[in-house]
């Protein structure tokens, strides 16, 4: 089984200021990650994913993640925020390959960009 | 596309009563999951569909909890009793397997539950 642990549920930043959400993951077998991203009063949607090759991942609005399997991390990064970023970011894994599409959840960190 | 489809988005009830959720996916998606949403546990899996069967109901919380999908278009999660402790934000996704690629996941805007 898979677990994952989002290690700060709350982060308040300052408008452009950089920001780091912090995601581990535990598994005994490989796996893809994700982050998704919530946004008041609204379903998740897809922000990035690793799958394979290049461990760094991009978003199309300035969010990189860095697969790490040494240290079982998938921390999110963005060197300056904005206020519309505020929302709940989730960390999830699935194990690669085959078909399965299970999705094991972290359980969120909310980011606040203030001004 | 429309996306995902819930309803309804809100849905007040009390004790004992039974609560129907309905969900339709995207169309062409072949499978569907239904999660629960809570503060204390976070998003957690409750069922998943794949070609309209269910493949993996280890997550539902109890017998009060059924899910169903009669068609590719549509889905239902049935409490019966509710309960207050069942008080979350449901969500349906939706994805097209198979292939060669990996495809995401794609949510719908969630079904809030209070039970009083």
């Known amino acids: 089984a898979q677990s994952v642990t989002q290690l700060d549920s709350q982060v308040p930043v300052f408008e452009e200021a950089p920001v780091e959400l912090r995601c581990n993951y535990s598994?005994?077998?490989?796996?893809?990650l994700f982050w998704y991203v919530q946004y008041p009063n609204q379903g998740l949607q897809l922000l990035l994913k690793?799958?394979?090759?290049?461990?760094l991942v991009e978003s199309i609005n300035g969010f990189e993640a860095e697969f790490n399997k040494s240290q079982t991390s998938f921390h999110l990064r963005k060197p300056s925020v904005h206020i519309s970023d505020t929302a709940e970011y989730f960390c999830?894994?699935?194990?690669?390959?085959?078909?399965?599409?299970?999705?094991?959840f972290g359980k969120g960190t909310l980011l606040t960009v203030n001004p | 596309d429309a996306g995902v489809i819930q309803s309804p988005r809100h849905e007040v009830t009390e004790m004992g009563q039974e609560v129907t959720l309905r969900c339709k996916p995207i169309?062409?998606?072949?499978?569907l999951f239904w999660y629960r949403q809570t503060m204390m546990r976070g998003l957690e899996l409750l069922i998943y569909?794949?070609?309209?069967?269910?493949?993996?109901d280890s997550g539902m919380p109890e017998d009060r909890f059924s899910a169903k999908m009669p068609n590719a278009s549509f889905s239902t999660l049935k409490i019966q009793p509710s309960e207050p402790r069942d008080s979350a934000v449901y969500f349906c996704?939706?994805?097209?397997?198979?292939?060669?690629?990996?495809?995401?996941?794609?949510f719908g805007p969630g079904t809030r539950l209070t039970v009083l």
């Open positions: 999830a894994v699935s194990k690669s390959g085959g078909s399965n599409y299970k999705l094991t």
């Open positions: 598994s005994s077998v490989s796996v893809y």
């Open positions: 690793y799958l394979s090759g290049s461990t």
């Open positions: 169309s062409g998606h072949n499978s």
């Open positions: 569909f794949n070609n309209n069967v269910p493949i993996d």
């Open positions: 996704a939706s994805i097209r397997t198979g292939g060669s690629s990996y495809n995401e996941q794609f």
